[in-house]
């Protein structure tokens, strides 16, 4: 019999191997000092670019004066129990509310996290006869509801519509030869990664021809996009079509937790339903009444949105005069794709903490194909023109070096520990900031 631990030791997984070399660097890095356009990275200051704190709140005065007294006249232990038998509040319905209403559904209900609340309600509206159809690029918390679901599941080409039409044949073909069954679509307001927007208009113009419902992942779309930052169903005119929207409160919040919007009756069902609620403590009082704090924010601070593009438009116009490939985003994630290997990918990135002091997460093999690098950028509504002109000098003078192979090392820079081992583009002087 094989021993399951032998096995787990003997391969890591694919970013989980590296670990010798990037834990710590690469691969949970510590941000130190408050939350900001500059954090302090391993003694140094860095203009961070890998913080979903859109609107800046994380650090907002407001935020942190909520946060701290919420904290200090209910402390973390409120209320004790799942919300269904001991942990519920009226501070929990209101924001539930509040939240219904922003999103302009009939109610909504709040999630501990957004990754086991979407999982955990798919789980719930779905029985074995219902076929699910959803986006090939569908984040993991999606795909993780998916494995939970008995039944079928369709996917379509990453934002094809044609194709999303043909799993539609597909999937009503089946539930009519079952005689029994639903159909659910699933894809996101934003593509976390790309930053492109899902095609909701489209797909809700499928419901003409289709019978199905829809449900939105809007976790970066959620405060970020549509007229008062209901985000991309708002953006895109065509909240109604969406039956089930769904946004985590950790990104243009900046904090914990998540909520579902819908029609009344159905979120009451999966109230009564989902099974990673119903058995799990309820969201503290502290987190609840700063996110009331914090959706506050998202409506009567419209400045807020206004700096996010801003600045997120100087930055991808920026890259684009400069010849950078930035893709197809329409929201403020902004992807830089350029060419090279994983060992390339890490020591460019080295290069850019240590001699640039810009901090940004990269994305390699396995996550996209060999030989390509998507460097993600996030801009939010805390940083400074100077922040975006020091990193744009930055990826320029970083790419030049990449295209000339200066890169070209053969293993990761071992980072984990500082082993002095320099490599040929180190020996450029550092810059003093
Ligand atoms: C698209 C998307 N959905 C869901 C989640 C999960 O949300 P949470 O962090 O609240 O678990 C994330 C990441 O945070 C996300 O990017």
Not at 52 to 64: D, I, K
Not at 229 to 247: K, M, V
Not at 274 to 303: C, H, W, Y
Not at 378 to 400: C, G, M, N
Request: proline fraction near 4%; charged fraction near 25%.
């Amino acid at each position: 019999m094989a021993d399951i631990f032998e096995r787990l030791v003997k391969n890591y997984g694919p970013i989980g191997e590296h670990r010798d070399r990037a834990h710590g660097y690469y691969a949970f890095p510590k941000l130190d000092g408050p939350i900001g356009s500059r954090m302090i990275f391993r003694g140094q200051e860095m203009v961070v670019w890998s913080l979903n704190n859109y609107l800046g709140l994380a650090n907002h005065p407001e935020v942190r004066k909520i946060d701290a007294d919420a904290s200090a006249e209910y402390g973390l232990a409120l209320p004790m129990g799942a919300r269904m038998m001991s942990g519920n509040s009226n501070f929990h319905e209101q924001l539930e509310s509040e939240l219904a209403e922003y999103e302009s559904k009939e109610d909504a209900i709040l999630f501990n996290y957004g990754y086991q609340g979407i999982m955990s309600a798919i789980d719930a509206i779905c029985g074995r006869h219902d076929v699910i159809v959803y986006d090939a690029e569908s984040h993991a918390c999606i795909i993780d509801g998916l494995r939970l679901h008995p039944g079928h599941r369709y996917v379509y080409k990453h934002n094809d519509i044609e194709d999303c039409e043909k799993q539609l044949q597909r999937a009503t073909k089946l539930v009519e030869e079952q005689r029994s069954g639903g159909i659910l679509v699933i894809t996101e307001g934003v593509f976390g990664m790309a930053g492109d927007q899902g095609k909701l208009k489209e797909i809700a113009a499928l419901k003409s021809k289709y019978e199905f419902r829809l449900m939105v992942d809007d976790a970066h779309g959620f405060g970020t996009l549509g007229k008062t930052g209901a985000g991309a169903g708002e953006e895109q005119h065509c909240q109604d079509a969406i039956d089930l929207y769904f946004s985590t409160f950790a990104k243009s919040m900046a904090s914990i937790g998540a909520f579902m919007a819908g029609p009344r009756v159905i979120i009451d069902y999966i109230r009564y339903n989902i099974r990673s609620q119903i058995f799990a403590k309820s969201l503290p009082m502290p987190i609840v009444l700063g996110n009331l704090k914090r959706l506050d924010m998202l409506r009567t601070m419209p400045e807020l949105k206004e700096k996010l593009w801003s600045n997120a438009i100087k930055l991808q116009a920026g890259l684009k005069e400069r010849g950078f490939d930035i893709g197809k985003t329409d929201s403020p994630v902004t992807p830089v794709y350029m060419k090279g290997g994983v060992e390339e990918a890490t020591a460019m990135v080295h290069d850019l903490r240590e001699n640039y002091h810009i901090f940004c997460s990269i994305v390699v093999y396995p996550v996209i194909p060999k030989g390509h690098i998507i460097y993600r950028l996030i801009p939010t509504a805390a940083h400074t023109d100077a922040d975006i002109q020091e990193t744009l000098v930055a990826f320029s003078e970083t790419k030049a070096k990449l295209d000339a192979g200066k890169y070209k090392v053969d293993e990761i820079p071992d980072m984990a520990e500082v082993t002095g081992k320099r490599f040929d583009y180190m020996l450029d002087k550092p810059r003093n900031k």
